[in-house]
Nanobody
């Protein structure tokens, strides 16, 4: 059974940190670029970050550059999102998603992702 499970969300104060994890079971992430997306209440889903198959390439939304870091451990079939200096506007449900790729590039178009997790809630509030 294919599963893609996020964890690590929760309530944190502004300026705090969280680390999200996304673990796949039933399939390997070795051939996939992985993206983190988020959807805040009343807003459309947006891409946050993407990492290539090897981890050698990454990209970030302008709103999180310098604060968030994406990484992956293919041996553990897991991708991480380290979130520092969190702001109230980071409050959202965070989803990870995988897209099978031929090359090693960090491209994660939301309408082309093959697998999605169910999301984990991050709330940034005093």
């Amino acid at each position: 059974q294919l599963q893609f499970v996020e964890s690590g969300g929760g309530l944190v104060q502004p300026g705090g940190s969280l680390r999200l994890s996304c673990t796949a079971s039933g399939f390997t992430l070795d051939y996939s670029a992985i993206g983190w997306f988020r959807q805040a209440p009343g807003k459309e889903r947006e891409g946050v970050s993407c990492i290539s198959r090897s981890g050698g390439s990454t990209n970030y939304a302008d709103s999180v550059k310098g604060r968030f870091t994406i990484s992956r451990d293919n041996a553990k079939n897991t991708v991480y999102l380290q979130m520092n200096s969190l702001k109230p506007e980071d409050t959202a449900i965070y989803y990870c998603a995988a897209v099978i790729t031929v090359g090693d590039y960090a491209r994660c178009p939301s309408d082309r992702m093959d697998y999605w997790g169910k999301g984990t809630l991050v709330t940034v509030s005093p």
